[in-house]
């Protein structure tokens, strides 16, 4: 057998048990983390790139035509906006009161559940028979929305003093690295892709690395974490049954929003996971960022993606279900 015909077989097999790879890398990262913990500095300053990286491949997956034609599906985008940005402040008010006190675990709560995710979100809404290519095309603005709402949210929660605290160097800086420079590069590579062969060759091997990059990223992340949780595993895990919470409430949710908005059954999967799936991997830079006093943001904004990748293999069972196709 040639490598030609072993190379999409490889890939095609990565993709069909790409949850049990994301939940392996979680473990593998977690194991790392604990047995050689002076290396979680050193993957800290990796976390950006690897970063960059996925997103660079997911933006690829998008051609700017698409993304173009998105901004025209005006029910399916007005949902999503709507469930993020309005339904999600809405929940997490709600919890809020009941939150631990520690400031830092609250503005960690606060980073990773006021945002939506915009990677891995794709893969699992797919597996669930939802309209992944609507939601992918979605991403850019996704993003760019919650990089203008998050600051404004934040102070709504936790007030002026907050300013005091975060700085807006971070965000800037993550959207530059991980929004306009990967998309600009992805778009550029299109361009390119669309006249030349050694073009349309990077695109899909860039493509094909999309399952080992999110696992790469993910091993990453959670090693460079797992040790800041040395005398704080029982104040990171108080927030778990917030998020588990989160998980349950949005599934309800993001059923209302569909049908409020009479999507049809793969739009209506997708909003569901949308709004319950949050953006850890992107806010992680801005955590990371914040005085040592509040160093453990950070590691609660990585427990946010334990349980939901757990979660997720669960809403990938349960939603075709509350959602069957007529």
């Known amino acids: 057998m040639t490598q030609q015909t072993q190379t999409p077989g490889a890939v095609a097999g990565m993709e069909r048990h790409q949850v049990a790879i994301y939940v392996g890398a979680i473990a593998a990262g977690a194991v790392a983390g604990w047995a050689v913990p002076h290396l979680g500095p050193v993957l800290e300053h990796a976390i950006n790139p690897v970063l960059a990286a996925l997103l660079y491949v997911t933006f690829l997956q998008v051609p700017a035509a698409d993304l173009v034609r998105s901004l025209r599906a005006g029910r399916f985008l007005a949902a999503a906006l709507v469930v993020n940005f309005i339904a999600v402040p809405l929940v997490v008010a709600a919890m809020f009161a009941f939150l631990p006190a520690d400031q830092a675990v609250r503005l960690g709560v606060l980073l990773v559940l006021l945002t939506p995710c915009v990677d891995y979100v794709i893969v699992f809404s797919g597996l669930a028979g939802g309209d992944s290519r609507r939601l992918l095309a979605a991403t850019p603005l996704l993003l760019l929305a919650q990089m203008v709402a998050l600051p404004v949210l934040l102070v709504a929660f936790?007030?002026?003093?907050?300013?005091?605290?975060?700085?807006?160097?971070?965000?800037?800086?993550?959207?530059?690295?991980?929004?306009?420079?990967?998309?600009?590069?992805?778009?550029?590579?299109?361009?390119?892709?669309?006249?030349?062969?050694?073009?349309?060759?990077?695109?899909?091997?860039?493509?094909?690395?999309?399952?080992?990059?999110?696992?790469a990223t993910l091993i990453t992340v959670v090693a460079s974490q797992v040790p800041k949780l040395d005398g704080r595993l029982a104040a990171v895990a108080a927030v778990v049954p917030f998020y588990v919470l989160f998980l349950v409430v949005m599934v309800v949710v993001g059923l209302v929003v569909a049908r409020l908005f009479r999507l049809d059954v793969p739009a209506g999967r997708a909003i569901v996971f949308t709004g319950a799936t949050r953006n850890s991997l992107v806010v992680l830079p801005v955590a990371l960022a914040l005085p040592d006093a509040m160093g453990i943001a950070a590691a609660v904004v990585v427990t946010q993606t334990l349980v939901e990748v757990v979660g997720m293999v669960v809403y990938v069972r349960l939603v075709p279900r509350l959602l069957p196709l007529r």
């Open 158 to 215: 936790m007030g002026e003093q907050l300013t005091t605290v975060v700085e807006p160097g971070p965000f800037v800086e993550a959207f530059v690295v991980l929004i306009v420079i990967p998309l600009a590069l992805a778009w550029l590579t299109q361009a390119w892709a669309a006249r030349r062969p050694a073009g349309r060759a990077v695109a899909h091997g860039a493509g094909a690395a999309m399952v080992p990059l999110m696992a």
